[in-house]
């Protein structure tokens, strides 16, 4: 089954990392793919992966942060695939830094990009889904939404912000009584190139906070997400549900916990690189990254956590029926009749 086949979905952020690979699982269900991002090389290898996939892939060049660029692509976009069914938004950037060694201005930018860009696309999106009643987005989350943790200040602060937003655009819609959805996907630590080409002002090489997933199951959640957005979040990955629950138990042991290990835990033993970071140009104009990072042997392909949330349903009914089956066999022992 292919329910996104021969329909249109726009991602933004699709040249690499997480909207890469949103791309080629979208190319495999025979969708038609707008791509949307700064980088050339890697936009160009989006469309042929999405086309060697079974789907039809085409490039829209725009920076997410200036709304009017947004605004533009989705009209091109309409006019050449169709009308507009998903829009997955995906795009960030951000700086890895202390708060107080980030300038004024990379910090906005990193926030108009990862947050700014999330409005904007969201905004026009809206624009063109709310007349015909009808339309999907979905917001890459990330479980830093919840729980932040140092040397992103930036980051967090913009998935705080997304969260925000979209709960707030979500109960707009639901007062309206709009068949348009919007839906949040809370990610895990991810094996993306963010980590080669992020600005970082740190002596080591950063790194994800393990346990780390491969980018491919970021994208089978957001496409499963864009396939059923009734449901207003999503959280992907064991890492993800222990880091929500323990923030909601003691958040301040947390807080205590993250000042000893935090730092360490997100750079290598090997030093920073240096001369690439896509904050204020794109990294990927003249060399495609792909959607996978550097640390694919310490990264996990699959959640069974997202499997069990993708299927809960069918799971408690299960154990529902197998705990019903046992209290009766139960009852039927102490009734001699077994």
Request: charged content about 20%; proline content about 5%; aromatic content about 8%.
């Amino acid at each position: 089954m292919a329910p996104l086949r021969g329909r249109v979905v726009v991602v933004t952020g699709a040249s690499g990392g997480v909207g890469r690979a949103v791309a080629r699982e979208l190319g495999t269900q025979g969708a038609k793919v707008a791509l949307i991002a700064r980088g050339t090389a890697g936009l160009g290898a989006a469309a042929v992966d999405v086309g060697t996939g079974g789907g039809t892939g085409q490039v829209y060049e725009a920076d997410v942060s200036d709304y009017e660029q947004v605004r533009q692509a989705a009209e091109r976009i309409e006019k050449e695939l169709g009308p507009i069914s998903v829009w997955i938004n995906a795009a960030f950037s951000s700086v890895f830094a202390k708060f107080t060694d980030i300038s004024p201005e990379e910090f906005e930018r990193a926030t108009a990009v990862t947050y700014l860009g999330y409005v904007w696309g969201t905004k026009v999106a809206l624009d063109l889904m709310r007349p015909r009643n009808a339309g999907a987005i979905v917001q890459a989350g990330a479980a830093l939404a919840y729980r932040a943790i140092p040397l992103q200040s930036a980051y967090c602060g913009a998935k705080h912000a997304v969260k925000g937003f979209t709960e707030s655009v979500r109960t707009e819609l639901l007062a309206e009584q709009s068949n348009v959805k919007i839906t949040l996907v809370q990610l895990p630590a991810l094996n993306t190139p963010q980590f080669e080409w992020v600005l970082s002002k740190l002596r080591r090489h950063p790194q994800p906070v393990p346990p780390i997933y491969q980018p491919e199951v970021a994208a089978r959640a957001l496409v499963y997400a864009a396939e059923h957005p009734e449901r207003k979040e999503y959280w992907v990955g064991t890492s993800t549900v222990a880091t929500l629950i323990a923030q909601r138990l003691a958040p301040a042991l947390i807080d205590r916990y993250l000042a000893r290990t935090g730092i360490e835990s997100q750079q290598t033993s090997e030093q920073a690189p240096s001369g690439v970071s896509n904050l204020w140009e794109p990294a990927d104009e003249d060399t495609d990254y792909g959607a996978h990072g550097t640390f694919d042997r310490r990264s996990h392909g699959r959640s069974p956590q997202l499997w069990l949330s993708q299927h809960r349903a069918p799971v408690l009914l299960t154990l529902a029926m197998g705990g019903a089956a046992a209290a009766t066999a139960a009852m039927l022992r102490q009734a001699g009749h077994l």
